[in-house]
């Protein structure tokens, strides 16, 4: 084989940016189990080195890449290795073999570890040192012609990724994001289980239907005109296990919520559930900070516990939000006082009432940068949400990505800012009737003790014992204490909130069963290890997510039925009218 | 206190049954995490000794017992704690608020720990050295009238104890059964995840209806007419990851399959789902044993590997079944030889049919136990099962059962036999219609490599990589080396199975963009968990499971639904008529 033909293609080679990304998937798995058990490789692609040279090897793997009649780089999870073919006339079967394969077939070599020629190493990719000589070669199966390219660098539509999920699953960093999801589920599990005496405890999905359970799929069952609902969480059921004396349950509970046609939601999400006895609202921040700290990937840093505490109050006036991003600063700056005897009709009008403020964000650099275009943007955000609750601090993050897109460093992107939000109100005005209450989270949160008694006199001025946890601007959690007496629970249910308590009869009825006192939270881990990974959207932590109207684009579901699968349901389809599916498309 | 008086309730409590259960509970939680942390309680009511005398302790739990005005025993999941009421003037309001409780009431309790009076040890109480002398108490909750006694030993009905799930789970039995099963699936995902490097990856459960999917719960969108079903199995899933690159998968899945009005079954059910790439049969087999090895309660006593391996013929031709029972010998008998010239007309009849044979079962002692009403019995079962294949496996069992309920020792309680049933058919005849062939199992499975020419000749003799496991006669686990080949898959389900393969399009089209050979296997969790602990039924060993009928009898779910709900999923309910009501329930 000519030397320089070689260094030329190897030069072509190196520069693929799909090789340093492998470098890193390579590094976090190799230290994982024993991938080559029990398997037809002795190897995995990602772990030849020098050390090997001489070593009768088979590699199982994806032709990642293939080079004239030199090369064939082979893949699998762990890496890349390069295969040499070999060139004598006595091998040309196996010469003819390799050459032929397409990109993406999946074939087995047997061969020998050898140094790579002096000068000809590949520092940038951990099995640079080595190539495998090809003695033999198993193919098991050629792989067709593919929609796209398997290298990261290929830009995809989403679509098109969702529709061949299973080759986008390829790419290193989906694989990595999978992997990384599983190592820290592992380490969380084993801190609730085996550090803190957890009780993992699977409960049922398909249940009844929840009061106000207004976005709970139903699933018809084979009796006519009956029901089961899949809940948006375990809630009833862990409060019942703590009723049921399991003293500390957590469990990675697969939920649901049919949001109908609201954009970029996943209709099925899983949440990291907890629930505890005997325990105070401190004891279950701990037990998060612990388990984050626990099951943090190392790579990504230290975290520092315990995480920062605001009051619900504290982050609406100085973020105006209850998730504040405290990565940065530029809080509200409340000018209600300055603007008191102001001659201005408009702020006049804003302070006359009831709850009106004028208040400002500073900006840093912001005279010199916003103009024009920015502004306008800022204006017609401010016009189009003027009014309603967290308008500022929506434009407090609009600001923020403005300065960014102008190339100020405001953010770190690899900083991790945890913060619990406390305090809140524990029943807000409902939005189309204000004179009635509903919960600011669920009907199950027990009031601050020093707030229990406004129940049955000022109940709109009670505090809960709830908690949010924040990450870098994104809510990733939210729990609390919950009412453990049966009386109280019945107060908030029937005389605050108005609802039917027959539903939750067999709660009411449990609770005056010898409950003891109880509280928990839930964590999004699907929003928690998009944020770790850092990427743009919680599909690209999900392995088969839904697509944004909630299709599964490769198997195209949801699909139609036959009027026979239905009628086992005693159910039939009502078409819509064409009026109503105007009316529908109107309000979408 | 009158030393005598405490002598006669101490004896007393020392005869309830409840003890000596708490007692083995005890012991395998207490190597548990760390339960008292995070929590209000200084130590569980399982864990004082004689060590902790002098000792000021908080406890809390359930009052498990409550005896005049001396004793309170202490409940929680760890154990039982015996707390000394103070009985001077001065302590009157502590000693009233502890005589008052009701049982199963929640307290907290402060006081010290001392040695019990010498000679009122309890031995068989693993905190029967010492007591607490309360010096505090806080009632959390006073319970209210319970509908049955939270003792082992009282019997309840089962619609009771399902409508009372919180109460019937505090029973030690529950604890312990829920308690082991997360310890077992603990150690399962360690060998899993950190032995042998597989990832954990969560799978849709809303999907799209697969090939036959007859049995699946379909949940309506709300787009007018689509429906996602919920998957028996995450089967199409976990072969596009081997596609994908995944490499090693592994799942604790939650799957539905609706039977109707078959009872006893689950709607939902959870399985160990795994696949793997490049591996043969026998790789899965060694993974499943180290698995099961690994992830064993040593209480249970140790199981040995590998297995022993029986093919299907064999199991058929010995047992009369797939999966035998091996924990006892009692094998049929092929006397067809011995009966070829008989004269008896039935006899000669069963011979000369297509397969017909005559087989006995040689039963010990039957011939002295098996009389009057047994043999009745036995002799019924024959008849009404008479021609059905399985009809000689199912007296074996009868008679094995009906020597143990006379008395005799046939099979060990405590044994696990574990067995491995390999060699499939790969299709069968379809019971309505027998010119047809349906798959053995699922269309995925790949025939045997020396049978692979004859799925294109004769497919009815082709026999599968398929194996069961099989445990004291229980399936307990499925699964198969999958085909790899598009256009093999695509023969199957097309010229075969006659399927329609376009609702199968994505799998053959990830088939053909390189996807590696691959295996796999299921595991049903309830079933194997249900054996290891000795249950009678699989209810036993999760937390809240459905009735017969498929109700959730606590909630009162399936429940229905009002118009304006259906509307929102264009779904009207189809009232049946009284005529097709009566066929249905005739059918039941």
Avoid at 76 to 92: K, N, R, V
Avoid at 374 to 403: C, I, M, N, W, Y
Wanted: glycine share 6%; aromatic share 8%; net charge neutral.
């Amino acid at each position: 084989m000519a030397a320089k033909s070689r260094f030329v293609l190897q030069r072509l080679f190196n520069g693929l940016r799909t090789q340093s990304l492998w470098l890193q998937s390579s590094k976090s798995t190799s230290s994982q189990g024993r991938p080559s058990s029990l398997s037809f490789r002795t190897h995995t692609c990602g772990e030849l080195r020098s050390d090997h040279v001489g070593d009768k090897v088979t590699l199982c793997g994806w032709v990642q890449y293939l080079r004239q009649d030199l090369f064939v780089i082979l893949r699998d999870f762990t890496g890349l290795t390069q295969i040499l073919i070999p060139q004598e006339e006595s091998a040309s079967g196996l010469k003819s073999a390799l050459c032929d394969l397409t990109v993406e077939s999946v074939i087995q070599v047997t061969g020998t570890v050898r140094l790579r020629p002096s000068g000809q190493e590949n520092k940038g990719m951990p099995t640079g040192e080595i190539e495998v000589l090809a003695e033999n070669v198993e193919i098991f199966n050629i792989c067709q012609k593919l929609p796209f390219e398997i290298k990261d660098f290929v830009k995809k539509s989403e679509s098109l990724r969702m529709q061949y999920r299973y080759l986008d699953l390829r790419s290193s960093q989906m694989q990595q994001n999978l992997r990384l999801r599983s190592q820290v589920v592992m380490k969380m599990r084993d801190y609730l289980c085996n550090v803190q005496g957890f009780v993992d405890v699977e409960t049922p999905t398909l249940f009844k239907r929840t009061p106000g359970g207004a976005k709970e799929f139903v699933v018809p069952s084979r009796e006519p005109g009956m029901f089961y609902s899949l809940p948006q969480s375990p809630q009833q059921f862990k409060q019942l296990l703590m009723v049921a004396g399991v003293d500390r349950y957590f469990q990675i509970a697969r939920c649901y919520r049919d949001e109908g046609s609201k954009p970029d939601r996943q209709p099925e999400f899983t949440q990291v559930d907890i629930e505890m006895s005997f325990v105070e609202q401190a004891g279950i921040m701990s037990l998060v900070e612990g388990l984050l700290q626990h099951s943090w990937p190392p790579e990504k840093g230290p975290i520092k516990v315990p995480f920062h505490t605001m009051k619900y109050e504290e982050a609406m006036r100085d973020y105006g939000v209850d998730k504040p991003d405290t990565r940065f600063n530029m809080k509200l700056i409340d000018l209600s006082e300055v603007f008191s005897a102001s001659d201005v009709e408009f702020l006049r009008s804003a302070l006359s009432k009831p709850g009106g403020t004028v208040q400002a964000i500073c900006v840093p650099g912001g005279a010199n940068l916003f103009t024009g275009k920015t502004l306008d943007e800022l204006k017609q955000a401010a016009k189009t949400q003027f009014g309603q609750r967290p308008l500022l601090g929506h434009l407090r993050l609009q600001s923020a990505q403005l300065l960014e897109s102008s190339g100020v460093t405001l953010r770190d992107p690899s900083a991790f800012h945890f913060l619990w939000v406390v305090d809140f109100p524990l029943f807000l005005p409902k939005e189309d009737k204000p004179e009635e209450l509903e919960s600011a989270h669920h009907p199950f949160t027990a009031p601050l003790p020093e707030d229990s008694q406004l129940l049955y006199t000022e109940p709109h001025k009670v505090r809960g014992q709830h908690y949010d946890l924040v990450l870098n601007g994104s809510e990733i959690g939210g729990g609390s204490i919950r009412i453990h007496k049966a009386a109280e629970q019945h107060h908030v249910l029937k005389n605050i909130l108005k609802e039917d308590t027959t539903l939750l009869s067999h709660l009411l009825e449990a609770l005056d069963s010898g409950a003891p006192p109880h509280g928990g939270i839930a964590l999004g881990l699907d929003r928690l290890i998009s944020i770790m990974v850092g990427a743009n959207s919680i599909r690209d932590v999900i392995a088969f997510p839904k697509s944004f109207r909630g299709h599964d684009l490769m198997s195209r579901a949801p699909d139609s039925l036959s009027e026979e699968e239905l009628n086992a349901y005693h159910i039939s389809v009502k078409w819509p009218t064409k009026h109503e599916r105007c009316e529908e498309d109107e309000r979408k």
